[in-house]
């Protein structure tokens, strides 16, 4: 798939060797599908091979319609019937319906040795704010964003290798603690918490994100030191960060033939509190 084929993403690289991965379906607040994943698995592979490319931006692209308190990085999971009909088939065949922790598009991600900085443009739920997670190196916030993780609510388990990095990061009673309990989660606490590493106003966000990226890329970053302290960084944590891609596919799915899943994606649908059977 070549990067102009995309359709949920768009791809652009600049003069300077930055990429733009931008979400483009605002109307959906740009939840994340199969062919989502594709995507962003085949620019992940353009990106690490592109000698041209030295970093990449991932943003959401924003609804001209909406208010700047009211933009979405990404609402997690795109979970609507009959999404993908209208897709050729040489796209079909490429995307795997079984692969919902998105293995192939984080394995692509956590392999690349050029740094990946997140904007996070808004809201970000479920898989919007585990994909960053599990592929930026940097995550920077507008003071208008904030996360949830519903999986709990939905009767489903995480994905994205959230289930290694949330851990990692916070300890395992905390990481628990924001998977047991779907609550939502303030820019300023995500900072405290070191998931993110600034909040900066709405306005500036892509500014301030480009000028990070600047700064780890020739002629104004030693872009090969850098991508040497990512790759030992990263391969230290290879094995873990796929065994809880295994672990996470397994487990969802099964949960996501369960009647618990359809009371919670029901229950969300319809705006109201899900009633769980446990099976």
Request: charge should be negative; charged fraction near 25%.
């Given at each position: ?13 600049d003069s300077d ?8 379906t605002p ?29 990449m ?6 609804d ?9 990085f990404?609402?997690g999971g795109y979970f ?7 897709l050729?088939e040489e796209?079909l065949?490429?995307?795997d319906?079984?692969?919902?922790a998105m293995?192939r ?10 740094p ?15 994909l ?6 940097q ?5 208008y ?5 519903p ?7 995480a994905?994205l290798a959230s ?15 924001l998977?047991?309990?779907p609550?939502?989660?303030?820019p ?19 500014s301030?994100t480009?000028?990070k ?6 002629p104004?970053g030693?872009?090969?030191?850098i ?11 290879l094995a873990?960060v ?9 487990v ?11 009371e ?11 009633l769980f059977?446990?099976?």
């Amino acid at each position: 798939m070549q990067t102009t084929d995309f359709s949920d993403i768009s791809y652009q690289l600049d003069s300077d060797g930055i990429v733009t991965v931008s979400l483009t379906t605002p109307e959906r607040k740009n939840a994340l599908s199969g062919l989502t994943a594709l995507e962003l698995y085949w620019a992940a592979k353009h990106f690490r091979e592109d000698d041209n490319a030295l970093a990449m931006i991932l943003t959401g692209a924003p609804d001209l319609q909406s208010e700047p308190t009211r933009q979405a990085f990404s609402s997690g999971g795109y979970f609507v019937p009959g999404i993908y009909d209208e897709l050729p088939e040489e796209i079909l065949t490429q995307i795997d319906m079984t692969d919902i922790a998105m293995k192939r598009t984080v394995l692509e991600f956590f392999a690349c040795d050029k740094p990946v900085l997140a904007a996070i443009n808004g809201l970000a739920i479920g898989g919007g704010f585990t994909l960053p997670l599990a592929v930026a190196d940097q995550i920077y916030l507008s003071e208008y964003a904030w996360a949830r993780l519903p999986f709990a609510s939905l009767g489903i388990s995480a994905e994205l290798a959230s289930t290694y990095m949330l851990p990692l990061f916070l300890g395992m009673q905390k990481a628990k603690e924001l998977l047991f309990y779907p609550e939502k989660i303030e820019p300023q606490e995500l900072l405290d918490l070191g998931i993110a590493n600034a909040v900066v106003p709405h306005d500036e966000l892509l500014s301030f994100t480009r000028e990070k990226a600047l700064q780890l890329i020739p002629p104004r970053g030693a872009g090969a030191s850098i991508r040497a302290m990512k790759r030992i960084v990263h391969q230290q944590r290879l094995a873990e960060v796929t065994i809880a891609l295994d672990l996470e596919n397994e487990v969802l799915n099964e949960l996501m033939k369960s009647e618990d899943f359809a009371e919670g994606l029901m229950a969300r649908i319809e705006k109201r509190t899900p009633l769980f059977k446990g099976r």
